[in-house]
């Protein structure tokens, strides 16, 4: 019943979360994790601004471009 009180606290190392925004930014990927890894990103930038030269290397995720869901590189 007090399921929807519960508070979770999440956490990564700076790799672990470097790597997790480089594997699911990438174009091809599905939409979705991309959009949210990106926002994950804008939030650790805004926060930190170590984040800068990685959110500046990756493109914005654009659910109606076709060449970023077909890109597969």
Request: net charge positive; charged share 25%; glycine share 4%.
């Amino acid at each position: 019943p007090h399921a929807h009180c519960t508070k979770y606290i999440f956490y990564g190392s700076f790799d672990d979360l470097q790597y997790t925004i480089n594997l699911r930014s990438r174009r091809g990927g599905h939409i979705a994790y991309r959009s949210l890894v990106y926002r994950w990103l804008e939030l650790l930038n805004s926060k930190e601004s170590m984040w800068y030269p990685l959110l500046s290397s990756i493109e914005k995720p654009d659910p109606k471009s076709r060449e970023q869901f077909l890109d597969r590189s």
